[in-house]
């Protein structure tokens, strides 16, 4: 059973614009993590974001947030004043085990 | 530090072919774990390893071995390589299951 959906094969933003990259997820367990990864055309993959099931806060990291809604089972992305460097496949994942989405390509225009 | 370290960057096999992926990390984390990534498909976890002596299976374990025999090094072996195991693969570690993980930067695997 896919564990984590991606719906978004790929997204287009104007650059300085805000995006959200959606992410659902299905787990039993009530202790998880959820992530979001970058990977740029160069392939490395690069943490952005973590939330912990029983945080109470919606996690941020400078222009990235997570907006979790335990009861929906989503962990949306969301990018604020995107940049031409964010261009990119972004995956969701879920922890104990790793479990990835098949990925987002944002591409932003400018 | 190096962080988590793969070689080779680039291999090409014959069927048949049998092989080690090397994976290292210097940061003293006890969770590894090895990913395939094949397009279209995301990133599929095929060995993990929570500490030095202890493996187990991810979602995609047939045709791969692992060992931890410590805790810095995590191959990933071969046993007879396949066309369908022609993939990009990444190690990755960390503190912790529940904690980020840190990726290699992949190694291009094709099987001809």
């Known amino acids: 059973a896919q564990k984590i959906t991606q719906t978004q094969p790929g997204m287009f933003v104007q650059e300085k614009e805000a995006v959200t990259l959606d992410c659902t997820y299905d787990t039993s367990d009530q202790s998880y993590g959820l992530f979001w990864y970058k990977q740029p055309s160069s392939g490395e993959m690069i943490f952005l974001i973590y939330?912990?099931?029983?945080?109470?806060q919606n996690a941020t990291e400078g222009r990235y947030s997570l907006n979790f809604q335990k009861a929906r089972k989503s962990a949306n992305l969301v990018i604020s004043a995107s940049q031409l460097g964010d261009s990119a496949m972004y995956f969701c994942a879920m922890a104990d085990q790793f479990y990835f989405g098949t990925g987002t390509s944002l591409t932003v225009i400018p | 530090n190096a962080g988590v370290t793969q070689t080779p960057k680039f291999q090409v096999l014959k069927t048949g072919q049998s092989m080690t992926l090397q994976c290292a990390q210097d940061?003293?984390?006890?969770?590894m774990s090895w990913y395939r990534q094949d397009p279209g498909m995301g990133l599929r976890l095929i060995h993990y390893?929570?500490?030095?002596?202890?493996?187990d299976q991810g979602e995609v374990p047939n045709g791969y071995n692992v060992s931890r025999s410590t805790t810095e090094d995590f191959p990933l072996r071969l046993l007879s390589a396949a066309p369908s195991q022609t993939s990009v693969y990444f190690c990755?570690?960390?503190?912790?299951?529940?904690?980020?993980?840190?990726f290699g930067p992949g190694t291009r695997l094709t099987v001809l």
């Open positions: 940061m003293n984390h006890e969770y």
């Open positions: 939330q912990g099931s029983y945080d109470e």
């Open positions: 990755a570690s960390s503190p912790g299951q529940y904690n980020e993980q840190f």
């Open positions: 390893s929570v500490g030095a002596g202890i493996t």
